[in-house]
């Protein structure tokens, strides 16, 4: 049996992350913040939102020096995630010293857009150039209602920004809820179709902090492609797409576009992932929907050398589940919302 001692052992870059089913890990998903500046009713409860205090959130030497462990290990992509990353202050400071990291091939940002438009240029200077922004719905009163904000064109703002900087590839990630956005959908597909942006709609997951979930909530991805289907163009499968990949690629048959789909309950795709993350708050989670986590700033805090680092890094990933199960009357949501845990 393997254990934390023997696994310490070995050099760090000596074993690809490899778990007990045999998936290898090279993605990095790292969150800088659990604060945010809306109030998406899924994720948030609109008021006395617990954060964790100031003091317990990694510095970004410390997230740093996780990530340059991690990427000694195999790991090529990273994904700096919140709550919303972009409320942390001097944020292009640590995508410089992410950028910077010998080995590291692909640095995306996923954020609500809203300060977008502000940091963009610093964000494009510090070496970033993927991007994915959180939108739901294209009707300003839809916006509010979903968010408590009155910020769409904040964020409309923000992903022209973007696009004239230069940002590539830019997706929009949505929010599929429903009996809610179900006219939200076209809309958002022809914007897509418009600005050459893949609109990717995730199905509505149970990791909201009021226990609101249920699947009769969830607007599936079948649903969705019907509906596109219909009213725009038929959907083809792109062919030949990275299997860990978490998004479902689509194209349209008039040849306008693309769109994607995480359908994460009515298509798990838990045996191909590929993903370890790391909390503001320095815990290590194997899967979004883990229900235990793996301290590691103690040891940043503690003088542990690298290979400590890395044990720990190794240890995670030794132990992941096969699966979620949220289709199994086995499935327990996490103890920690999304906002907490990283998007």
């Given at each position: 049996?393997?254990?934390?001692?023997?696994?310490?052992?070995?050099?760090?870059?000596?074993?690809?992350?490899?778990?007990?089913?045999?998936?290898?890990?090279?993605?990095?998903?790292?969150?800088?913040?659990?604060?945010?500046?809306?109030?998406?009713?899924?994720?948030?409860?609109?008021?006395?939102?617990?954060?964790?205090?100031?003091?317990?959130?990694?510095?970004?030497?410390?997230?740093?020096?996780?990530?340059?462990?991690?990427?000694?290990?195999?790991?090529?992509?990273?994904?700096?995630?919140?709550?919303?990353?972009?409320?942390?202050?001097?944020?292009?400071?640590?995508?410089?010293?992410?950028?910077?990291?010998?080995?590291?091939?692909?640095?995306?940002?996923?954020?609500?857009?809203?300060?977008?438009?502000?940091?963009?240029?610093?964000?494009?200077?510090?070496?970033?150039?993927?991007?994915?922004?959180?939108?739901?719905?294209l009707d300003r009163a839809r916006f509010l209602k979903i968010t408590r904000r009155d910020d769409l064109g904040k964020v409309l703002?923000?992903?022209?920004?973007?696009?004239?900087?230069?940002?590539?590839?830019?997706?929009?990630?949505?929010?599929?809820?429903?009996?809610?956005?179900?006219?939200?959908?076209?809309?958002?597909?022809?914007?897509?179709?418009?600005?050459?942006?893949?609109?990717?709609?995730?199905?509505?997951?149970?990791?909201?902090?009021?226990?609101?979930?249920?699947?009769?909530?969830?607007?599936?991805?079948?649903?969705?492609?019907?509906?596109?289907?219909?009213?725009?163009?038929?959907?083809?499968?792109?062919?030949?797409?990275?299997?860990?990949?978490?998004?479902?690629?689509?194209?349209?048959?008039?040849?306008?576009?693309?769109?994607?789909?995480?359908?994460?309950?009515?298509?798990?795709?838990?045996?191909?992932?590929?993903?370890?993350?790391?909390?503001?708050?320095?815990?290590?989670?194997?899967?979004?929907?883990?229900?235990?986590?793996?301290?590691?700033?103690?040891?940043?805090?503690?003088?542990?050398?690298?290979?400590?680092?890395?044990?720990?890094?190794?240890?995670?990933?030794?132990?992941?589940?096969l699966g979620h199960e949220i289709n199994s009357a086995k499935f327990i949501a996490p103890p920690r919302p999304m906002y907490a845990?990283?998007g």
């Amino acid at each position: 049996m393997t254990t934390l001692t023997s696994i310490a052992d070995q050099p760090i870059g000596s074993q690809p992350l490899v778990d007990t089913f045999g998936r290898l890990h090279d993605n990095l998903r790292i969150s800088v913040t659990d604060r945010c500046n809306v109030r998406c009713f899924y994720c948030m409860p609109e008021e006395d939102v617990k954060y964790a205090p100031r003091e317990e959130i990694l510095s970004f030497e410390e997230i740093e020096r996780v990530a340059r462990v991690a990427v000694s290990m195999g790991v090529t992509k990273i994904r700096v995630t919140g709550g919303e990353p972009l409320v942390r202050k001097d944020l292009p400071v640590l995508i410089a010293k992410l950028c910077a990291i010998p080995g590291v091939r692909d640095i995306a940002l996923t954020t609500n857009g809203v300060l977008l438009a502000r940091h963009a240029q610093a964000l494009y200077d510090a070496g970033l150039r993927r991007l994915n922004v959180h939108l739901d719905t294209l009707d300003r009163a839809r916006f509010l209602k979903i968010t408590r904000r009155d910020d769409l064109g904040k964020v409309l703002e923000g992903i022209e920004t973007a696009q004239r900087l230069g940002f590539s590839p830019i997706k929009i990630n949505a929010v599929a809820v429903k009996n809610l956005v179900e006219s939200d959908i076209v809309p958002l597909a022809r914007y897509g179709r418009e600005q050459g942006i893949e609109i990717r709609f995730i199905e509505f997951m149970p990791l909201d902090s009021q226990g609101l979930w249920a699947r009769e909530n969830v607007l599936s991805a079948d649903e969705i492609i019907e509906t596109l289907s219909r009213e725009i163009s038929p959907l083809v499968e792109i062919p030949d797409r990275d299997p860990r990949a978490p998004a479902t690629d689509y194209r349209y048959a008039d040849g306008v576009g693309s769109v994607g789909f995480i359908a994460s309950v009515t298509r798990p795709f838990c045996l191909n992932c590929n993903r370890v993350r790391l909390t503001s708050d320095g815990k290590l989670r194997y899967c979004l929907f883990a229900i235990e986590e793996t301290d590691v700033r103690a040891l940043l805090r503690s003088g542990a050398p690298d290979s400590e680092i890395a044990a720990t890094i190794r240890e995670t990933v030794h132990k992941k589940w096969l699966g979620h199960e949220i289709n199994s009357a086995k499935f327990i949501a996490p103890p920690r919302p999304m906002y907490a845990i990283g998007g």
